[in-house]
């Protein structure tokens, strides 16, 4: 077999296969809390694979709580231990802040969507985002969560709720708990402005529980009695496990195909010239 059409399989085969894996799911960025060793404070974990930010969100405010909190002058966000839930024995984020009794940033006099945790990073050259985390309250945080996302976390009013209301379970308590996996599938949802986006980030913060006060309060996340209650302040925080950020790669764009059709064109002229060669060395 002629060397450069054998080449031009070669290079053609090559192509195709990376064209194949390319179409495979893989994590862009992820925070694994479970990897990084205890630290106190620790306010932007870095993350574990990829790159992008973590922080904290509402835990540095000044709010004067009536029976406890306020004053909150600096965060102390950390990664802990947690003992009572089903990922096992492991480290975890934990969202908090440092004040006055108790000792807490969460308040609930904080505007809806202003407590939590921010996540960014760049899907550049990924289609099909998907999000994923793990997480949990203590007994007295705070019981509902919304997702949000923004295709420039540079722009503070571009912040756009995504999937329903999320309930939380509580975990490291007493009678023990567990932390849910919950997960917002953007190419499913056909948002596909997220895709691409060097910008791209996710919030996951507090909201009003729909069921007190009209929508205008937050819940404890123990129910009492079977039903919501206003969230007291009492030191509660949310805790998570681990937060990924998957993507498909993009597909090869046109010109690469073009190379591909030509190497393959390649190696059907030289085929071609050989065997004209050898019907004239035979004439």
Known sequence: MNRINLSARMGLAAVTLAVCASVQAAAITEWNFGTLAVTAPDNTPAPTTGLGSATSLGMTNTY?????????????????????????????????????????????????????????????????????????????????????YNTNVNNANGWTNVGSLLTATVANSSAGGTFQTDTINFGALGITSVNNDANFGVRLVSAYNPNLAGGTEYAAATLVGGQPVQYNNNSGNWRFADVQIDGTPVPLPSAAWLLVSGLGGVGLMTRRRRAGSVALANG
């Open 64 to 148: 004067i709580e009536t029976g406890g909190g306020g004053n909150v002058s600096t965060t102390y966000d950390d990664i802990t231990k947690d003992t009572d839930s089903t990922i096992g024995n492991q480290d975890v984020w934990r969202i908090r802040g440092a004040g006055s009794t108790p000792g807490n940033g969460w308040s609930i006099n904080a505007p809806e969507y202003t407590q939590g945790a921010q996540f960014s990073n760049s899907t550049a050259g990924y289609s099909n985002v998907l999000l994923s985390f793990n997480w949990a309250s203590t007994a007295q945080g705070i019981m509902n969560m919304q997702v949000q």
